[in-house]
């Protein structure tokens, strides 16, 4: 049997406005209060502990359904499945990662999920150990990143009493989160055959809920109350064989119920194809079946291929380039530029949306016309051939954002290197160490940072100007970028770089660098990533901190221009003192330091595994 309790957010007795439905699922129904069957026998494999016994069950049942990565923030209510987890990480099936505070925990889970494309699990104690993981749990469903909440938490009995670290847990991520389960505690000694089909249920329905089976993915939360023993030794665990666990169940899908679209190339050339954060590779495709410009972000996994146009924001604001367009299909969820938002609120603009993973369907144009038309579609399939005329409007645009871009700064002159003349020799060397002395500013770093990273690399960048940086000016390359572009938040962005690059060394075969590039502000705001326990996996990962002293992309505010320079300072760019160096190394991190480009393009190949690379920038 089920039942539905309704949850406040607040004092259980007192009246709320808001309620969280969720459902207690009952994991030992009809079993006498102690939990012992009424033969009196404990069932097989009692460890002492029902909370033992279930912990173990569940994760043994969370492995089978295709999660094998379990993160956990160490706490007393969650014990049992702390030390059952270690248990059967070390018979196989599943791998722990223990992050120090929950915040961290929750973003690492998150890297995890971005580069496996399956769900981990985050188990946490209860209290506020749980509220922790909201910034986290808010990216992972703006995003569609599939994740499980595990919280631990106090058995019905001692819930609304006043207890020690008991709130209302189920439901305490609002709307972020659809898919809730109180689950009660258990009371049954052992798991048996009817115990076991019960978690494998509940385990199933909720990992389904996180990878889109049936709507969008994103995070879901399964609560679990455990009561005293909270848990028992385990003198070992029966592991979970690699051919019982099914990776593709809990693989990442975009199922919506939404028609395709069945698109032609137009008579007159006059489509753009716009890709997003997330937009995959599908963009490209349908950007070169249909003959139009791809205007991919970095972090669109589109960022490639014959059409692409990197200058894309100065072409949009030209009347001869982004006039022109009459039709936009958009692929994922585009937030670097406030260019491509207004092209989609033009009325004279059609626009093709493709439903991506993230909770809200990117629709720019009802912000100002709240009756827009836009075609919302699951996908898009391109008939009919392309022509001259098709070819000329790609060759347009992408001739003019290569003009726009230029060929960047002139590198030495390579004809010099090798002429007779000892004179041009001399002058070659001379440019060569000119530029090499040369200070470094945010368009050179994101693209050294871009040029050192390959297909078997990963890159991250944070939600600071650089990322804008490197949108205007790095050209197509097929690599794999991340960024928390969900709510694009400075949060634990350095702590998603290590799940990511945690997951990338699970990959077999793969042995490449994950970098993740950000500001000094949002490197300060995740310092507790750096912090790993001793007897954690450290991930090969390059930290590259641009520090422009405080928060630069506050500065191009249009308030800059209006209010007194010292009080943007104070309260908006917030730059910090502190010594970057002094701080990494004592939390065990390699240090390097880049100040100009020959340094930047020594220590980006640094054979370092954990290295932090502060770069300062010039204005």
Known sequence: ?????????????????????????????????????????????????????????????????????????????????????????????????????????????????????????????????????????LEAHHSGVPM???????????????????????????PAVAFVRDVQAP??????????????????????????????????????????????????????PDADIDLEFARRRTTAALPEAVLTPDDEPATVVIAGHDAGVDAERIAWELGAPLLAEVSSGARFGRNAVAAYRDLLRDASFGGRVRRAVVLGHPTLSREV???????????????????DVYDPARASRPTATTQVVSGVRVTGPTGPAHRAWVGRWVTASRSLLGGGDAGPDLEAKRSADRAERNRFLKDEVALRRRPVDRAMLAEAVWGATWPHDRLVFGASQIIREADMTVPGKKIRVHANRGLAGIDGTVSTALGIATALEATAGTAGTTRVV?????FLHDLGGLVTGTEEHRPRLQVVVGNDGGGAIFRGLEVAATTAPEDMRRMMTTPQDVDVERVVTGLGWE???????GDLERVLTDPAERVVIEVPLAD
């Open 187 to 240: 009371s049954t000694h052992g798991v048996d055959d009817r115990v076991r089909a019960t978690v494998r249920a509940l385990v199933r329905e909720a990992v389904a809920a996180a990878a889109g089976h049936a709507g969008q993915p994103g995070p879901v939360q399964l609560d679990l109350a455990f009561r005293e023993p909270l848990s028992a030794g385990l003198d070992g665990a029966e592991g979970v």
């Open 518 to 522: 950000v500001g000094d502000l949002t």
């Open 341 to 359: 938002p207004a092209l989609l609120q033009r009325a004279d603009v059609e626009t093709v949306v493709v439903r991506g993973a993230g909770a």
């Open 1 to 137: 049997m089920t039942r539905t309790r309704t949850t406040r957010p607040s004092d259980p007795s007192k009246n709320s406005s808001t309620t969280a439905t969720t459902t207690a699922a009952p994991i030992a129904d009809g079993a006498p209060a102690d939990g012992v069957p009424a033969d009196g026998r404990a069932a097989p494999g009692a460890s002492g502990s029902p909370a033992t016994d279930f912990a173990l069950a569940f994760l043994q049942e969370l492995a089978r359904a295709g999660v094998t990565d379990v993160v956990v923030s160490p706490g007393s209510r969650s014990q049992a499945l702390a030390l059952a987890a270690v248990a059967l990480e070390r018979a196989g099936g599943i791998s722990v990662h223990v992050r120090l505070d929950e915040r961290t925990a929750g973003f690492f889970a998150l890297g995890l999920a971005v580069e496996s494309g399956r769900p981990a699990a985050v188990v946490t104690t209860s209290g506020t150990a749980v509220a922790n993981l909201h910034p986290a749990v």
């Open 591 to 597: 240090y390097r330091r880049a100040e100009t480009w």
């Open 148 to 174: 499980i909440v595990v919280s631990a938490d106090r058995p019905a009995e001692l819930r609304g009493i006043g207890s020690n670290q008991t709130t209302v847990q189920p439901g305490m991520f609002g």
